[in-house]
C-alpha cells in the first residue's frame, strides 16, 4: 500500500511540477493540429468530428517539427521517460480517456498532453496515465 501510495504521490508532484506545460499545451496544439483550418481551402480530406468513443488512431501525432527546438527537446525527453507510444497497447487506457490529456480543438486529430508539449495521438498511451474523473 505504501509503495502505491508513493507512486501515486509522486505522480501528483511530477503533475504539478510540469503543470506550467499545461498553458504553453494550447497553443502547441494550435501548431499542430490547427493549422488545417487556419490554411483553408486546400485541406486534403475535411476534418471529422469524432463519431463514437473510439480513439483515433494518427501517426501525424508523433510530428513535432511545429515546436521549437528547446520544446522539441523537452517533449522528446518527456515521451522517453514517460514511456510514450502513440498507440496504446493498454486494453482500455489511451490518452483520450486519460486525466492529462488536452482534447483536440477544431476538428484536429491530435490532442496533447499536460506533461509534455506537442501533439499526442488519442490513442496513445504512457506510463503517467490516469483515468479521467467523470
Ligand atoms: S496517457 Fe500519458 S501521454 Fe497520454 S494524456 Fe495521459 S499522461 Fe499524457
Same mark, same amino acid.
Given at each position: 500500500?505504501?509503495?502505491?501510495?508513493?507512486?501515486?504521490?509522486?505522480?501528483?508532484?511530477?503533475?504539478?511540477?510540469?503543470?506550467?506545460?499545461?498553458?504553453?499545451?494550447?497553443?502547441?496544439?494550435?501548431?499542430?493540429?490547427?493549422?488545417?483550418? #487556419?490554411?483553408?481551402?486546400?485541406?486534403?480530406?475535411?476534418?471529422?468530428?469524432?463519431?463514437?468513443?473510439?480513439?483515433m488512431a494518427t501517426a501525424s501525432c508523433d510530428d513535432l517539427s511545429g515546436l521549437?527546438?528547446?520544446?522539441?527537446? #523537452?517533449?522528446?525527453?518527456?515521451?522517453?521517460?514517460? #514511456?510514450?507510444?502513440?498507440?496504446?497497447?493498454?486494453?482500455? /487506457?489511451?490518452?483520450?480517456?486519460?486525466?492529462?490529456?488536452?482534447?483536440?480543438?477544431?476538428?484536429?486529430?491530435c490532442g496533447g498532453c499536460r506533461l509534455?508539449?506537442?501533439?499526442?495521438?488519442?490513442?496513445?498511451?504512457?506510463?503517467?496515465?490516469?483515468? /479521467?474523473?467523470?
Amino acid at each position: 500500500m505504501s509503495d502505491k501510495s508513493l507512486t501515486r504521490r509522486d505522480f501528483i508532484l511530477r503533475v504539478s511540477a510540469l503543470g506550467a506545460f499545461a498553458t504553453g499545451s494550447s497553443a502547441l496544439l494550435a501548431a499542430c493540429g490547427g493549422g488545417e483550418t #487556419q490554411s483553408g481551402g486546400e485541406a486534403a480530406a475535411p476534418a471529422e468530428a469524432p463519431k463514437t468513443a473510439e480513439p483515433m488512431a494518427t501517426a501525424s501525432c508523433d510530428d513535432l517539427s511545429g515546436l521549437s527546438e528547446t520544446e522539441r527537446a #523537452q517533449s522528446e525527453q518527456m515521451r522517453q521517460t514517460l #514511456q510514450y507510444t502513440s498507440t496504446s497497447t493498454m486494453e482500455g /487506457k489511451h490518452c483520450s480517456n486519460c486525466a492529462l490529456f488536452i482534447a483536440p480543438e477544431g476538428g484536429a486529430a491530435c490532442g496533447g498532453c499536460r506533461l509534455f508539449p506537442g501533439p499526442v495521438s488519442p490513442n496513445g498511451y504512457c506510463n503517467s496515465w490516469a483515468p /479521467k474523473q467523470g
